[in-house]
């Protein structure tokens, strides 16, 4: 079969690799679609802490059931499904305290971008759902980035009434600007492209900003449009970029709270002033990846229309096209791409 594997920053090569074989709790699973995400940009661009090369790209994919390993329940060959790219081991330390994305021996699953992809048994037995008749293969292989946000919004805490910025207006951006719309907040949406600002408009943005057309100081232009300029009850970084972990910090009220959800690069560090994080009492929250529980969620809230491809998906490539895929994603003039397989 073909599959892209990436070796390092900027090498992708789409090759001929054996076929999977499905072991003992095992599926393998014919891929219909996969998704860019910006993870997989950063990667292209500078690699990714948690994977050593070379191995297959891509996390986000869904497709129909080409084999069952033995001692598998619930799935037959020519169903419709989705898996997710992680679970959790549930019996160590972390698992234990219910802090499942902290898992210490965490099942990852990489290589979406291929023609046929191995399901390991830790996820068939939590994390791969049937697709209904009425949703589309690219609906759900979203699963996977929006469970990220279900799980960010849980554990910052968005109330009705709350005033939210949300700096980026990427795919994880614009997912939680939905999510905290449905949350009845009024929604603050902060990017860089005016095309990205009119979606985050029709996802439930209350107002945008463009912080190129508000001079030098994007916290005061945040600050302006909150009761009395006294700054957002929550604010959500979902870039990366530490300069904008920095000026999120400063865009909340006192006592607001602060999620710091972009990943950035390793080795770096952000300053935060001591006086303004102990006398404004303010709560700084770091969140990374998902739990089980989350990604049903998510995949309950697509089921049910909350977000759909339409919105988030703009082109379609054949597999051959990865890298003109993930160079077409980082231009910033889409919000995701497609990978589309016979």
Same mark, same amino acid.
């Given at each position: 079969?073909?599959?892209?594997?990436?070796?390092?920053?900027?090498?992708?090569?789409?090759?001929?690799?054996?076929?999977?074989?499905?072991?003992?709790?095992?599926?393998?699973?014919?891929?219909?679609?996969?998704?860019?995400?910006?993870?997989?940009?950063?990667?292209?661009?500078?690699?990714?802490?948690?994977?050593?090369?070379?191995?297959?790209?891509?996390?986000?994919?869904?497709?129909?059931? +080409?084999?069952? $390993?033995?001692?598998?329940? =619930?799935?037959?060959? /020519? !169903?419709? #499904? *989705?898996?997710?790219?992680?679970? &959790?081991?549930?019996?160590?330390?972390?698992?234990?305290?219910?802090?499942?994305?902290?898992?210490?021996?965490?099942?990852?699953?990489?290589?979406?971008?291929?023609?046929?992809?191995?399901?390991?048994?830790?996820?068939?037995?939590?994390?791969?759902?049937?697709?209904?008749?009425?949703?589309?293969?690219?609906?759900?292989?979203?699963?996977?980035?929006?469970?990220? +946000?279900?799980? $960010?919004?849980?554990?910052? =805490?968005?109330?009705? /009434? !709350?005033? #939210? *910025?949300?700096?980026?207006?990427? &795919?994880?951006?614009?997912?939680?600007?939905?999510?905290?719309?449905?949350?009845?907040?009024?929604?603050?949406?902060?990017?860089?492209?005016?095309?990205?600002?009119?979606?985050?408009?029709?996802?439930?943005?209350?107002?945008?900003?463009?912080?190129?057309?508000?001079?030098?100081?994007?916290?005061?232009?945040?600050?302006?449009?909150?009761?009395?300029?006294?700054?957002?009850?929550?604010?959500?970084?979902?870039? =990366?970029?530490?300069?904008?972990?920095?000026?999120?910090?400063?865009?909340?009220?006192?006592?607001?709270?602060?999620?710091?959800?972009?990943?950035?690069?390793?080795?770096?560090?952000?300053?935060?002033?001591?006086?303004?994080?102990?006398?404004?009492?303010?709560?700084?929250?770091?969140?990374?990846?998902?739990?089980?529980?989350?990604?049903?969620?998510?995949?309950?809230?697509?089921?049910?229309?909350?977000?759909?491809?339409?919105?988030?998906?703009?082109?379609?490539?054949?597999?051959?096209?990865?890298?003109?895929?993930?160079?077409?994603?980082?231009?910033?003039?889409?919000?995701?791409?497609?990978?589309?397989?016979?």
């Amino acid at each position: 079969m073909k599959a892209a594997m990436y070796y390092g920053p900027q090498t992708v090569k789409v090759e001929e690799v054996p076929m999977p074989v499905a072991g003992p709790g095992e599926l393998i699973i014919k891929n219909r679609v996969a998704l860019t995400c910006g993870t997989d940009v950063k990667t292209y661009v500078r690699g990714y802490p948690l994977f050593r090369p070379p191995y297959g790209f891509g996390h986000e994919a869904a497709g129909i059931v +080409a084999q069952v $390993g033995e001692n598998v329940s =619930g799935f037959k060959v /020519g !169903d419709r #499904v *989705v898996a997710h790219n992680s679970a &959790p081991c549930n019996v160590c330390f972390y698992c234990k305290q219910g802090q499942h994305s902290m898992c210490e021996n965490i099942t990852f699953n990489q290589g979406a971008f291929a023609e046929y992809g191995k399901i390991p048994a830790a996820i068939v037995k939590q994390n791969v759902f049937h697709i209904p008749e009425n949703m589309e293969f690219v609906d759900a292989a979203m699963v996977e980035p929006f469970s990220c +946000a279900v799980y $960010g919004v849980e554990q910052i =805490g968005i109330a009705a /009434g !709350d005033t #939210v *910025v949300v700096n980026g207006a990427g &795919p994880i951006g614009l997912m939680f600007i939905r999510l905290a719309y449905f949350h009845g907040a009024k929604v603050i949406a902060a990017d860089l492209s005016d095309e990205r600002l009119e979606i985050a408009k029709k996802l439930g943005a209350a107002v945008t900003i463009n912080p190129q057309g508000c001079g030098s100081d994007p916290v005061a232009a945040v600050r302006k449009v909150t009761e009395y300029k006294r700054g957002v009850d929550v604010a959500i970084e979902a870039v =990366g970029l530490t300069d904008l972990w920095e000026q999120t910090i400063r865009m909340a009220r006192k006592g607001g709270r602060i999620l710091l959800f972009g990943g950035t690069k390793a080795g770096t560090s952000v300053s935060i002033d001591a006086n303004l994080l102990h006398y404004s009492q303010l709560t700084i929250k770091g969140v990374f990846h998902t739990t089980p529980k989350h990604v049903q969620i998510a995949f309950d809230l697509i089921k049910h229309g909350v977000i759909a491809s339409r919105d988030f998906v703009n082109k379609r490539y054949r597999l051959n096209e990865i890298e003109e895929a993930i160079l077409s994603h980082k231009s910033g003039k889409v919000i995701k791409n497609c990978i589309v397989f016979d």
